[in-house]
């Protein structure tokens, strides 16, 4: 059975994997691939979940002679930050990002501060199928050890010192923010480090109750941050997911930067202030309008698969220094290797500080090419060679498109969506194809099932 996604283990909270018996073994699982020699980092998000899901998946851990700590409510990337101490062998987070509370995930980062591959994910799958047939043994009842007693560490002050030492301008005074932090973990830091700063900070959706992480807040809602910066006439504003791994700006005017604005502003920054090599590492769901913008800079980009782990393994690999997708990870690999929605942040802020800049004069350096992306519910992630018809479609209208222009259909890797980009020079020909496209795939979905 396949439990990994493009982002770790995700789906909704009340089911299966996510049952208690199920999450002990994946936290044996977990320690009879690491070892059990030094303690494990836990760290969750504010869903309702969470503690219920630590807490099981700490019973695995004990049970394989290991020590879970719990570091409480945290940023997904911190995880990769406390790693980089020496002192765990495996840090766990319990989130899962943008999608609602239902849902909760786990991400699984090794010693050197990176999200696991495939092929470990693939070993750990073995161990969680292997003890999955053999769940009634008495070595993972599920009551062996409720009256542990777990260690709580606190480390948020640790986060914010890291961040506050990545702010190279002088200070924030006199611009007011708006931050959004999505009822999710950004609520504990994210407003007190900007005013640290100086900065007048406007925070919206900052009391999480266990049900309303991303409720119609965060990075895949912006109205309401739009209209706060528009109305208090807002220096910026930014838009955090649940676990504050993905970052949204919107510039002075309440327009919305998405994340191919920000790496090519960003990366010509960088190449000019950081004196930083010319490798930008993003993925094929980028606009055409950036993608050429940037060749035209030299810069050399490298497409990697879908996922801030993809990603960084190809920066890895192409020893590149800056990287990230449009969705909003972006990652400054010599300073942490994943993406981090307040590092994001304090970075963009530095280099409108070091240029006197508004965000949308530094923001605006190219021009978008038209794109449509739709992303539809589906009810089973069907294999598209099975699916015919709507393989035969996107053959003929790939053969019907110029030479900058782009279909691409993927399933997400984190839930039961599938999303269809199509870019080009004729917004309505897009429109159209990706409108036919997704009609297809919704009703030739339907024979499978």
Known sequence: MKFFGTDGIRGNSSKFPFDNITLRIIGM??????????????????????ERIQKNIAYGIIDMGATPIFCGIMPTSSASLFLKEGVYSVAIVISASHNEYIDNGIKIFNYNGIK?????????????????????NDSINIYKQTKNVFIREKKINIYKSFILENFTGKNLNGKKIILDCANGVSY?????????????????????????????????????????????????????????????????NGNVKDGDFFLASMM????????????????????????????????????????????????????????????????????????????SAIMMLS???????????????????????INKTVNAKIPFKKLTYTSKLIENYKKSLKKHERIIVRYSGTENIVRIMVDGEDYKKIEKIAKNIAYSIEKEIIVYI
Not at 322 to 341: A, K, V
Not at 356 to 362: A, E
């Open 29 to 50: 699982s977990i320690i009879e691939f690491f070892g059990n020699v030094k303690p494990v980092l836990i760290i969750r998000d504010t869903r309702k979940s969470g």
């Open 116 to 136: 696991i591959d495939d092929l470990i994910e693939l070993e750990i799958e073995k161990k969680i199928n292997n003890k999955l047939a053999i769940k009634n």
């Open 188 to 252: 504990k830091y994210a407003p007190s480090i900007l005013k640290k700063l100086g900065a007048d900070v406007i925070a919206l959706n900052t009391s999480p109750n266990g049900k309303n992480i991303n409720l119609n807040c965060g990075v895949l809602f912006p109205k309401k941050t739009i209209n706060a910066v528009k109305k208090y006439k807002a220096f910026c504003g930014f838009i955090f997911d649940g676990d504050a791994d993905r970052l949204i700006c919107i510039d002075e």
């Open 268 to 343: 010509l920054w960088l190449v000019k202030k950081k004196k930083i090599n010319n490798i930008l590492v993003t993925t094929l769901m980028s606009n055409i309008g950036f993608v050429t913008f940037l060749k035209s800079k030299n810069i050399d980009i490298i497409f990697s698969d879908v996922g801030d782990k993809y990603i960084i393994q190809s920066m890895e690999k192409n020893k590149a220094y800056f990287g990230g997708e449009q969705s909003g990870h972006f990652i400054f690999r010599n300073i942490l290797p994943t993406g981090d929605g307040m590092l």
């Open 351 to 373: 280099a409108l500080c070091d240029t006197n800049s508004k965000m949308s004069v530094f923001m605006d350096v190219f021009k978008k090419k038209p794109q449509i992306i």
